[in-house]
Each structure stands twice: as C-alpha cells, then as structure tokens.
C-alpha cells in the first residue's frame, strides 16, 4: 500500500492550505487514516486522526483550525488548515492503518504505510 502526499507549499500567517493524500495499492480495508507532522527539531506529532467510523481526533494546537476528511470513492485524505501559525511549520505525512486483502471472507495482514511527506512552511 503507497501513500502519496501533496499540497504543502509557503503560506502566510492566517492563510489556508490543503493537503491530499492519495492510497494506491491492494487491500481489503482501511481502518484509520491520519495527519502527522514533525517540524525540525521535533518529535513526530499526531496532527488529526479519522476512524473508518467516522470518529476524528485532533492535536488541542490545531483544532478548531484544521479538518481532517476522508474521500473514499478517490481513496484519498484530506487536510484542510485555516489560520496556520508560524508553529503549523513541519513536514506534514499520512498515514493509513487497515489490513490486507486475505482468504475469502477473513481479513488479511495488518499495514501501516507512510506517505513522503509535504514541506508546509508559515512566514510571518
């Protein structure tokens, strides 16, 4: 399973920008998708998280500024991101959880594939 990011770009303090993920490959099903970021220096940080439920889950720094959605029928992910701040600077991945296709009706492996990662850059 391969994940490709895009989107990432130079924005101003209280711009907008959106980031797409897109899955390709052969699997059965996908369990949960999400956004990190890692800005230099930095660990990696959970961004936002979407549940094939429906269920998301955001970092306390982004909610309410950022939307994590999902497009299913283009099996791709998306990050919309309003008012970024200077902190908002990080390369930006997706990521996806779910299993491989198996035998008959019982699931197969487990994956969790990373995209490249998108360079987001806030100037003030």
């Known amino acids: 399973v391969q994940l490709q990011a895009s989107g990432g770009g130079l924005v101003q303090v209280g711009g907008s920008l959106r980031l797409s993920c897109v899955v390709s490959?052969?699997?059965?099903?996908?369990?949960?998708m999400a956004w990190y970021r890692q800005a230099p220096g930095k660990q990696r940080e959970l961004v936002a998280r979407?549940?094939?439920?429906?269920?998301?889950n955001y970092a306390a720094s982004v909610k309410d500024r950022f939307t994590i959605a999902r497009d299913s029928a283009v099996n791709s992910l998306f990050l919309y991101m309003n008012s970024l701040k200077p902190e908002d600077t990080a390369v930006y991945y997706c990521?996806?959880?779910?299993?491989?296709?198996?035998?008959?009706?019982?699931?197969?492996?487990?994956?969790?594939?990373w995209g490249q990662g998108t360079l987001v850059t806030v100037s003030s």
């Open positions: 490959g052969s699997f059965r099903s996908i369990s949960s």
């Open positions: 990521n996806a959880v779910g299993n491989l296709a198996g035998k008959g009706k019982y699931p197969g492996p487990t994956f969790n594939s």
């Open positions: 979407l549940s094939s439920e429906g269920d998301q």
